[in-house]
């Protein structure tokens, strides 16, 4: 086990701390679709981005300390790749060695975030630029291109939306 120096959300992404409300990072990761479209405290926590969030002021904010800790250590990239799996799965896509990509059950019916507005267009810019400032860039980018062919193409993403996750790694 590495030393994160009592880093609440190095030791959290590592499995070995909690969030909050107590939650381990494999608990969220078991959690249902259902769980993980209402609940609205958790994703703060496996995407941490280097400002508060509006909605969970107990969520530590990715400082330079945790990202040198995301640069330096490859457990904590492949656990954000792993959240970041099942984050695709509740979104219906999936990832393989071509990228990102619809699953097969791809559909504004059942994957909200294909519809206009909702709170899912603010986690996927969450999540690609999480990925971007941890050190991820290859995922940010295959994140970012995924959503923006695929919300355009079959799904009713507004063009602003499009320019909020096109932006999300600059």
């Known amino acids: 086990m590495n030393d994160y120096s009592g880093n609440r959300l190095a030791l959290f992404t590592a499995g070995n701390g909690t969030d909050h409300r107590g939650r381990t990072i494999h608990e969220i990761l078991a959690m249902d679709d259902f769980w993980l479209e209402h609940t609205h405290d958790y994703i703060q926590w496996l995407f941490p981005i ?7 002021s107990f969520a530590p904010v990715l400082d330079e300390e945790t990202q040198n800790f995301f640069a330096q250590c490859s457990e904590l990239r492949e656990q954000q790749s792993r959240s970041l ?3 695709l799965d509740f979104f219906g896509l999936v990832r393989n060695e071509n990228g990102v990509e619809a699953g097969p059950e791809l559909n504004p019916k059942d994957h909200i975030w294909l519809k ?10 969450r999540i690609i630029r999480s990925l971007h400032y941890c050190h991820q860039p ?9 959503v923006i062919s695929l919300g ?4 009713y993403v ?3 939306t499009i320019e909020y996750w ?3 790694t600059h």
């Open 158 to 160: 507004q063009p602003r």
């Open 138 to 146: 290859d995922l940010a980018e295959m994140l970012k291109t995924a």
């Open 85 to 87: 799996n099942r984050m």
């Open 152 to 155: 355009t193409s079959r799904g």
């Open 50 to 56: 280097p400002e508060a969030g509006r909605f969970n």
């Open 116 to 125: 206009t507005g909702g709170h899912n267009h603010l986690r996927i810019t």
């Open 166 to 168: 096109n932006s999300a």
